[in-house]
């Protein structure tokens, strides 16, 4: 699976901004895909995931500002919808796509990981 991340940028304190993660594979075929941020010395942290079942799981830090979504037309995108956004949410955004395979009573989990896109907020 790849995966291909964009619409970061700049944005304005309190402005919105989209991510969008184009997979090359159908998403609904894999497990989760998420959405992860990076700052320089600082782990990669969560930020939103969505399961093929279409349960949402939030960072306490984005709740009710972003959401995660996929397009159920086309079927290989996931997005970010960002508002409301503070400088608190600069960063590198990843894009993961997480598959289970289990197989002969050994379940494996393979990651998937876009090459990031940078969203810079002024103040």
């Known amino acids: 699976v790849q995966l291909q991340a964009s619409g970061g940028g700049l944005v304005q304190a309190g402005g919105s901004l989209r991510l969008s993660c184009a997979a090359t594979?159908?998403?609904?075929?894999?497990?989760?895909m998420g959405w992860y941020r990076q700052t320089p010395g600082k782990q990669r942290e969560l930020v939103a995931t969505?399961?093929?079942?279409?349960?949402?799981?939030y960072a306490d830090s984005v709740k009710g500002r972003f959401s995660i979504s996929r397009d159920n037309a086309n079927r290989n995108t996931v997005y970010l919808q960002m508002n409301s956004v503070g400088p608190e949410d600069t960063a590198v955004y990843y894009c993961?796509?997480?598959?289970?395979?289990?197989?002969?009573?050994?379940?494996?989990?393979?990651?998937?990981w876009g090459q990031g896109t940078k969203v810079t907020v002024s103040s």
């Open positions: 969505i399961t093929s079942g279409g349960a949402r799981n």
């Open positions: 594979e159908w998403i609904f075929s894999l497990d989760l």
């Open positions: 993961k796509a997480l598959r289970v395979v289990v197989s002969g009573g050994t379940t494996r989990e393979y990651d998937y």
